[in-house]
């Protein structure tokens, strides 16, 4: 390629609504141009790293065994309500009628596309397994796009999905699909770790996200260092910190906290650790469906005062699958005052208490009085409290036991980049996706769903890997793996002839190269290599082809080295090969 026929949009400025390093990055090296909230025009730059990234995900998946279709991005809403997700879903799918007031949506996935074709096409046990995938356009209408291609609207994924006809099955699919992903972000030249993580708005049982190590990630992870696990926070089982309960040794009094509404502040007045406090959180669940009017239940959750709410995990729980938190009347009217000095002791209405299993665990605590500026100290279970209901509803901390028992954990920042999941019967059973077995009897697939974000994967590569001249891309998805820079290139025919003579030996030995023959000054042309991410740079001018040199630079390299000029070519292409090999 040369730059004199390619099309270089690079920008000194970042636009003032880029927020974070990878969409700044992305804009300024011509990567992408906003058209609106969320949704981008990929410039010729972009498009280059994005069919490599592609390319490498479908050499994966092909030898996985997965098989390549297409379906539409467009998708009836009858399939959608058939599996029940038209309401479930939310509002970020995108949901429009044709001229004949047909409902359609936008796809965001595929689940109900790929079983209505699975449905119809596969009948007997001697078809399955089968895993369909696809390279496809999404939508998804998020309310706040931000973070450039990281949480845009529309993007490109590549999902797949497995059908078995048991639960073994699935289990070999999703075995082969998680190593192919392993193979996948270890060729992409990433640094990653695939995690334990809860099933989300897709449903189903097992799940793993592979995330990309990035400071500025939006995702936890806790991992063990001396092990091998890794779950996204959300995950993690949170052992309990206290193991076995002591004895209470303290008379339960109330005391005056004036204007400590928080753990943090109530610990500070009495001089005591915030581990010895007691956190209230009230939920409340709506009791109105058979009969209206009435009352919701209320449930006090009870967490360590350093501890946060895992959401996630409360969701889990028997009866709070739709819960949601209680609105400062209704706490009023259970607890008799408004919230910071909430406990479990006189409440006003009876409340469902659940105790975190640390919590669980506590002797001589502090809890609010409900009672404004009053709190309860010297409270213990059993003796001042009846048992509570024990459930892990809480997010691990760094520093907590390891699930696994081999450690404690360290939390550090991932970027979602895929994740694969059992769903099992969710969708066959609701679309009434079957096959007949060896019996002859009807049995629902066993399905899988894996997706990866090919576009988002750029945002977290640069996340990744940058520096404050720009990109620095990995080898097998940059835009290009080498630049030829020729100092001169329009003023100079010796500098000319050996530019173009390294370009066809480079081009011969199957480089992707791009031999940037427009004329700039020198500073201009670095600026934009750099800024672009480029990883290899090979400088061509007069001074060192008399002595018989190239300068060659690494884009990661303080300094320049020099090479001969009649081996730079090879030189340069196994510093290529070397790097695609790791």
């Known amino acids: 390629m040369k730059a004199s026929r390619f099309f270089i949009g690079t920008l000194k400025e970042a636009p003032a609504d880029a927020e974070i390093v990878s969409h700044k990055l992305m804009v300024r090296a011509g990567m992408i141009r906003r058209v609106a909230g969320g949704i981008y025009n990929y410039l010729p730059v972009g498009l280059r790293s994005i069919r490599k990234v592609e ?29 029940g997700r038209w309401v479930k879903y939310g509002p970020e799918l995108l949901r429009f009628k044709d001229r004949k007031q047909a409902d359609f949506v936008m796809g965001p996935t595929h689940e109900e596309v790929v079983t209505d074709i699975a449905r119809n096409q596969i009948k007997s046990y001697r078809q399955l397994p089968v895993n369909f995938y ?12 931000r973070f450039g291609v990281m949480r845009g609207r529309e993007f490109i994924m590549k999902d797949a999905y497995s059908f078995d006809k048991d639960v073994d099955g699935l289990k070999e699919s999703y075995r082969k699909m998680y190593d192919a992903y ?9 640094e990653f770790r695939a995690v334990a993580a809860d099933n989300g708005s897709i449903g189903g049982s097992g799940s793993h996200e592979f995330h990309v190590i990035a400071d500025t990630g939006e995702d936890a992870i806790a991992y063990c260092p001396t092990s091998e696990f890794a779950a996204n926070v959300e995950a993690a089982d949170a052992l309990p910190l206290v193991a076995e309960r002591a004895a209470p040794t303290e008379p339960m009094q109330k005391v005056a906290t004036p204007g400590a509404a928080k753990c943090e502040a109530v610990a500070d007045m ?17 009791n109105n469906a058979d009969n209206e009017g009435a009352e919701p239940t209320i449930w006090l959750l009870l967490l360590r005062g350093d501890h946060d709410l895992n959401e996630i995990k ?28 909430l406990g479990p002791i006189g409440t006003k209405k009876p409340v469902n208490v659940i105790a975190d299993s640390t919590a669980a665990n506590m002797s001589d605590f502090v809890v609010g009085a409900n009672d404004a500026g009053y709190h309860i100290t010297g409270v213990n ?6 048992e509570p209901i024990v459930a ?70 640069i996340e990744q890997n940058f520096d404050d001249k720009g990109i620095i891309w990995p080898e097998a998805i940059a835009p290009f793996e080498v630049v030829l820079c020729p100092m001169g290139y329009d003023r100079s025919e010796l500098v000319r002839e050996h530019a173009d003579r390294l370009y066809g030996e480079l081009v011969a030995a199957g480089i992707d190269v791009i031999l940037d023959d427009r004329g700039e000054r020198p500073g201009v042309m670095f600026a934009d290599w750099e800024l672009i991410g480029v990883p290899h740079r090979l400088v061509i001018g007069e001074r060192g082809l008399k002595d018989g040199k190239i300068e060659y630079q690494g884009r ?20 290529v090969r070397a790097a695609l090999a790791r």
């Not at 696809?134 to 796009?145: G, L, S, Y």
Request: aromatic share 6%.
């Open 55 to 83: 390319q490498i995900v479908r050499e994966e998946m092909n030898r996985a065994g997965a098989i390549e279709l297409l379906m539409p991005a467009v998708q009836p809403a009858e399939l959608w309500q058939e599996s």
């Open 134 to 145: 696809q390279v496809q356009t999404k939508f998804r209408d998020e309310i706040r796009p």
């Open 182 to 190: 392993t193979r996948i972000f270890t060729r992409l030249g990433l």
């Open 270 to 286: 009495l001089g005591i650790p915030l581990e010895r406090t007691i956190k209230s959180i009230v939920l409340a669940t709506d």
């Open 314 to 341: 409360v969701s889990k729980q028997p009866g709070l699958a739709d819960a949601r938190f209680a609105t400062e009347a209704e706490i009023v009217e259970w607890f008799g005052t408004p919230p910071g000095y």
């Open 381 to 386: 279970w059993g003796r001042d409290l009846p």
């Open 392 to 461: 892990d509803v809480r997010n691990v901390k760094k520093g907590d036991p390891s699930p696994d028992g081999k450690g404690v954990l360290d939390i550090c920042r991932g970027i979602e980049v895929g994740h694969v999941f059992q769903l099992g019967t969710r969708y066959s059973d609701a679309m009434n996706a079957t096959f007949l077995d060896e019996t002859g009897k009807p049995q629902p697939m066993v399905m899988g769903c894996y997706g990866i974000g090919i576009t988002r994967i750029l945002g977290a590569a």
């Open 556 to 575: 990661r390299d303080a300094e320049a080295t020099l090479l001969p000029a009649g081996d730079a070519a090879a030189s340069v292409a196994q510093k």
